[in-house]
């Protein structure tokens, strides 16, 4: 006798997640043209300050690479921005569960998720295959527009204004002025002799001994509540 009960819960279930997981994609995807048309706007305000400055090649450029990545270069630097296009909820041992914001509407935890990546821009332009890429943040968006960046060091404190912080160009161009500082800050690592010390003559021939060094900057970024 239970069963007809049961099936109007689990159809209600169905319906309600639904609407929330299309309304964080919405949302997500409305963010991620927000931060492209920054990066746009971003290309044009550096390129004017350092033109003559600085050599062409260290201009600052932008690529639309499809609706769910886009690449923003400047000088040595690369950074990769990907949306992904599905829906996630956090674990049960992730600070976001601790803010009231969630405990009061445990939907509100449902979020769309943009990376940011900081390559070496001749990673890609030498197609050094081996190279090593970061993820220096991931920006989490809800059903309402609400989020918060996650850096390399997670920390309760980064979720803690998540009930009040609503994603707009501004607090995008906020995240964006953070990523390229860090990227820009931090500098390339030697890599360890013993990982380079022995090379083969088709390395040296055929010039992909680039390759072989696995190059990488350090890690240790971290956003601040205040960054945001």
């Known amino acids: 006798?239970?069963?007809p009960d049961e099936k109007p819960n689990q159809l209600e279930?169905?319906?309600?997640?639904?609407n929330v997981k299309q309304a964080v994609y919405k949302n997500t995807l409305e963010a991620f043209n927000l931060l492209k048309e920054a990066l746009r706007e971003l290309v044009e305000e550096y390129s004017a300050k350092l033109k003559g400055k600085?050599?062409?090649e260290a201009l600052p450029t932008f690529h639309e690479k499809g609706p769910f990545e886009a690449?923003?270069?400047?000088?040595?630097?690369?950074l990769l921005f990907s949306m992904h296009s599905n829906v996630f909820v956090f674990n049960r041992e992730?600070?976001?569960w601790k803010t009231d914001y969630v405990k009061e509407e445990p939907?509100?935890?449902?979020?769309g998720i943009i990376n940011i990546y900081n390559f070496l821009s001749d990673s890609f332009k030498y197609n050094r295959m081996q190279d090593l890429g970061y993820l220096i943040a991931r920006i989490f968006i809800n059903r309402e527009s609400h989020f918060f960046v996650e850096g390399k060091r997670q920390s309760g404190e980064l979720v803690k204004d998540f009930k009040n912080d609503i994603m707009s160009k501004e607090n995008i161009k906020q995240i964006l002025d953070t990523s390229i500082k860090y990227a820009i800050e931090f500098d390339l690592l030697?890599?360890?002799?013993?990982?380079?010390k022995i090379a083969s003559v088709e390395q040296m021939k055929e010039e992909i001994f680039h390759a072989k060094m696995k190059t990488g900057k350090r890690v240790g970024?971290?956003?601040?509540?205040?960054?945001i």
């Not at 939907?107 to 979020?111: A, P």
């Not at 030697?190 to 380079?196: A, F, G």
């Not at 970024?221 to 960054?227: G, H, I, M, R, V």
């Open 71 to 78: 690449e923003f270069r400047l000088a040595a630097d690369m």
């Open 13 to 18: 279930s169905i319906v309600i997640k639904s």
């Open 107 to 111: 939907l509100n935890s449902y979020c």
């Open 94 to 96: 992730h600070p976001v």
């Open 1 to 3: 006798m239970n069963a």
């Open 190 to 196: 030697v890599p360890p002799y013993d990982q380079v």
């Open 221 to 227: 970024f971290k956003f601040n509540s205040d960054d």
């Open 54 to 56: 600085v050599i062409d």
